[in-house]
């Protein structure tokens, strides 16, 4: 089978907007359908068959394309395997037309549940978030013979193997499993409230496996060694950028959008960074800047130029080479050093939680668990 997208150019709309059809060939034989797409007919790449433009508009109205492709695809492929007939491009059309396109298969749904997320959101980092989970099942479904396993058909047999092979075959963390499989609930909730199926899939279930938390941070000599280590200019910028958020805690992607906004005079007590947390609808962080952090603000006109969360890891691996650091650095453990070092000295848990910018104070308790027996420890033998 052959899609091609092409404009019909006289069936335009009163607007002036040329109508976008989608014409399928099988076996030489060929229909036409209205995917409900209209544009002016300079947005359109002939070559490509697909709008151009990286708008809003254009990218919806591409992935409105690539759903009908995918839809009718699979409709076509899944159909072959259990007919003994041929498919015809009108039976195609015919189920399309009468909205028969109910997803009913597993690897659909991920992919259905992505794109209406996008569509109400408009959120590109969730989505590329997303689009990295549903490559990750694909993958393990695929390997599991199970990729054209249907909705009803998903039971925790299959949830223990999918996770199994993450942790076991591909080595994923289990915390990392654990977020994958969040993404998957919300797929199955969204499969029940759509009706796809009646079936109550996953909402008791937990991965089999358990998260090791070691906290990885560094003392105040591995900080400064860092501080005192001239590099190259391009690894300079990253050990700056992970300098300050060892004396702030804030995290990759506060530090991403932190510029002289977010910096505040309070009175006779300095320059504070009062932010918005990312990852935390409504949480703020309202951080004191010491003189260190203050030094590497005006270096870089308090705008601190960040690479993409991989690079930054690659050159944090690079950096703790340079200077015989050996820890595995990531863009996080700046901030688990800041948070760290605090507790360390004696800060109150409360405070550390707030600099933290932690929702509820648990989760400090938590991320810090070890820290904190290990201070409880200090704090006997002083008093033993």
């Known amino acids: 089978m052959k899609l091609l997208f092409w404009l019909v150019k006289n069936k335009k709309n009163s607007k002036g907007d040329i109508p976008i059809y989608c014409r399928i060939t099988i076996d030489g034989k060929r229909t036409e359908l209205f995917t409900g797409v209209y544009i002016k007919e300079n947005e359109f790449d002939c070559k490509k068959k697909r709008i151009k433009g990286s708008t809003d508009i254009a990218q919806s109205?591409?992935?409105t394309l690539e759903d009908l492709s995918h839809k009718l695809y699979s409709y076509y492929y899944k159909e072959s395997l259990i007919s003994d007939?041929?498919?015809?491009?009108?039976?195609?059309?015919?189920?399309?037309?009468?909205?028969?396109?109910?997803?009913?298969?597993?690897?659909?749904?991920?992919?259905?549940?992505?794109?209406e997320h996008y569509k109400m959101y408009k959120d590109e980092g969730k989505v590329n978030l997303y689009n990295r989970y549903i490559t990750i099942f694909e993958t393990c479904l695929e390997n599991l013979n199970k990729e054209y396993i249907k909705i009803n058909d998903c039971d925790k047999y299959l949830l223990d193997e999918l996770a199994f092979y993450m942790v076991k075959r591909l080595e994923y963390s289990p915390?990392?499993?654990?977020?994958?499989?969040?993404y998957l609930r919300s797929c199955f909730i969204y499969a029940l409230n759509r009706r796809y199926t009646r079936k109550i899939i996953m909402m008791n279930y937990r991965v089999p496996y358990r998260s090791i938390n070691e906290i990885v941070y560094l003392e105040e000599f591995e900080v400064q060694k860092i501080e005192n280590h001239t590099f190259l200019p391009h690894l300079q910028r990253v050990a700056d950028a992970f300098l300050l958020q060892c004396y702030t805690g804030l995290a990759y992607a506060d530090l991403a959008q932190l510029d002289a906004y977010h910096l505040q005079q309070y009175g006779d007590n300095g320059k504070w960074i009062n932010i918005t947390r990312?990852?935390?609808e409504g949480a703020e962080c309202t951080i004191p800047v010491i003189q260190k952090a203050w030094s590497i603000l005006k270096k870089y006109d308090f705008k601190i130029p960040l690479l993409t969360n991989q690079k930054y890891n690659e050159a944090l691996k690079k950096i703790a080479n340079e200077v015989g650091i050996r820890k595995n650095l990531t863009t996080h453990v700046g901030r688990k050093t800041f948070g760290t070092l605090l507790l360390n000295k004696d800060v109150p848990i409360e405070t550390v939680s707030t600099l933290l910018g932690h929702s509820n104070i648990k989760i400090t308790q938590k991320h810090y668990a070890k820290v904190l027996h290990m201070k409880i420890a200090k704090d006997i033998r002083l008093v033993m």
């Open 175 to 182: 915390s990392y499993t654990k977020k994958a499989f969040a």
């Open 85 to 115: 007939s041929r498919i015809t491009p009108a039976d195609i059309k015919n189920n399309y037309s009468k909205k028969r396109f109910v997803t009913t298969y597993l690897k659909d749904l991920l992919h259905e549940y992505r794109n």
């Open 61 to 63: 109205k591409n992935r």
């Open 278 to 280: 990312k990852k935390v």
